[in-house]
Structures are given as structure tokens and as C-alpha cells.
């Protein structure tokens, strides 16, 4: 986390001076134009007949041109001072990060089937960024065949979302995903659905648009819920928009291709300082599984997607290769636990004094 934060702060000063920079150039050419159309201007007032210049004209215009010489120094100064700020952001991704992660990759990860995958999580997040094109050159590229029907809903919400953006609300409104739920939520407050009206009328969103309504004569904007026009709102009914319309399409609301790049990003570096160590002891062996890792990298909260048993007798999670097993009397174990407790053709419950056949367990999945 420390290496983003110099790398950042690096970023911060060279966008800075861009911005300085442009400023610079804006002003620096604006007062060049101005002074060189002024000049122009006099010489052809004071031209004479012959079409000579006076002396002092002449000096003037000697004056312009260094005057044009030097501010194009200048601002090849300061742009040659940009690039060497860049360079030292270069830099400072070379110094705090790692440019070579081959050591922790796996060979032959990405055979025909794995590419396929990846080519097709590509492709959707093209699509909910609104990238349709990048998507579909992507498909002709790689071979895939995309239907129709998978297309469709990003293109539909990519649509309603850039006119939210500019704070237009009859897209989302005409769709008859929002007029369904709309006539839903009007059932439950009609006339016969009392309790569906309070419990609609007790809903603190509701209150206070209901409060709105008194000031609309004034102005929601010299009331005291002026806080209902900030442009936060709009920012929030996006994110809300897009997370209802993902659940509904039975869709994760962040992209997976996204969320599989944040947590390589947090696993990456405590995956480079184990290969180091397993190198420097000389102890190869220890990371020889494929679709196993020699520590647990704890990517958060906000990465549990799954549920997690831990096997009470061996104190191990289970895997595709050791599920957890059902037995008879309701109490779970894993796999390897039932093969290594069973004597015979009977099994004694760890928990119970319940007997039982080691064939009658199930295999419970989460």
C-alpha cells in the first residue's frame, strides 16, 4: 500500500504541472496573438506609399520576434521539465514495484478452455462499460460467438445510464422493468392495503419527500431540503440503478473481470515475498499445486463471495478434492475425516453415539 501511495503522489505532481502547463500555453499564446495582431494593425496604419517601414516599426517588429522566441524557450523548458516528471514516475513504479511476475505464475495456466473463459469475461466487461465496439472486435478476433440476447441488456443500460448522467429520467422510467415494480408499489399502498400505506408512509425516504412538497411553490432550493438537488443524488441513483439492474439480470454488480484484478493486485505481493522465501531455503516443493496456495492471502471482506467449511476434526477447509460430507445423524465432516474414521463398514459419529455406514453420508455443497 505504501509503494501505491509514492507512486500516486509522483502521478499527483506530474498532473499538476500538466495542468499549470496548459494553463501556461493558453495565456502565453492568447497575449502573443493579441500583441501580433495589434502590430499588425499599426504597420498597416502607418504604411507608407512605398510600402517601407519606419525605423521605429522595424524595431518593433524585432521586438515581437524575440518576444516570440523567447516564450517558445520557455515553454519548451517547461515541457522538457515535464518529461523528466514523467520519467521519475517511471521510475518510481520500477523502484516500489516488482516488473517481473512470472516467478508466481503458473505454466500452461491458460490452455484453450482458460483463454476461452478470460476472452469471454473480457468481453462482458466491455460491454458494461459500454465499450461495444471494443467488445465486438474482440469477439472476431478470439472467435467467439456472442448471442444476441447476452448483448442487449448492456446496451439498454449503458443507454439509460449516460442519460441519467445528464439528468434525464424518462429512459429509466420507460422501461417495463421500472413500470412493473412502479405498478407493484402502487398496489401495495391502494385502498386495499391500508397497512401497505403506512408502511409506506413510515419509510423516512417518503417523509421527506412528502416535506418537499410544501416548499415547491418557493423553491426546493431555498428550503431546508435543498439537499434532495445535490449532484450527489444523481451519482447515487446511477450506482442504484445499476445494482437493482444487475440483480434482476441475475449479474454480480461489479464486473468480475474488475474484481479479479483488484485481488490479484492485493495477493500479488504476499504471493512475490513467499516465492523469494521458498527460493532463498531452497524448498521448491512446498508450492507444487496447482489450484492451491502455501499461505492464505486475506483479500477482505469485500471478496467473499462463498461459503467456507473448516472440517471440525482435521481443522482443514474443504475443496473440490475433500467436500464436506452429511452424515446421518445431521452432524458434517469432511471427506478425508469419514476415510480415515471409519473401522470396517461402520462409522461412530464423532459428535453422537450414533452408528452408521460410511456409504450413507451425502455430500453437501454451499
Known sequence: MDQCVTVERELEKVLQKFSGYGQLCERSLEELIQYAGGLRREILQTENQDGDLSGTISLVMTQCCKRIKDTVQKLASDHKDIHSSVSRVGKAIDKN???????????????????????????????????????????????????QSQKEPFVELNRILEALKVRVLRPALEIPLISSDFFHCNVVMGEGNPSGQILA??????????????????????????HLLDANQWADICDIFTRDACALLGLSVE????????????????LINIKAVIEQRQCTGVWNQKDELPIEVDLGKKCWYHSIFACPILRQQTTDNNPPMKLVCGHIISRDALNKMFNGSKLKCPYCPMEQSPGDAKQIFF
Do not use: K
Open 201 to 226: 408512509l413510515l419509510s423516512p425516504d417518503i417523509q421527506v419527500l412528502m416535506g418537499s412538497l410544501v416548499y415547491l411553490r418557493q423553491g426546493i432550493e431555498n428550503s431546508p431540503y435543498v
Open 255 to 270: 464486473s468480475p473481470l474488475s474484481v479479479s484484478f483488484s485481488a490479484g493486485c492485493v495477493a500479488l505481493p504476499a
Open 97 to 147: 514495484f516488482d516488473s517481473d511476475i512470472s516467478s508466481v505464475g503458473i505454466d500452461g495456466c491458460w490452455q484453450t478452455d482458460s483463454q476461452r473463459i478470460l476472452n469471454e469475461v473480457m468481453v462482458e466487461h466491455f460491454f458494461r462499460q459500454g465499450m461495444l465496439d471494443v467488445a465486438e472486435e474482440l469477439c472476431q478476433e478470439s472467435g467467439l460467438s456472442i448471442d
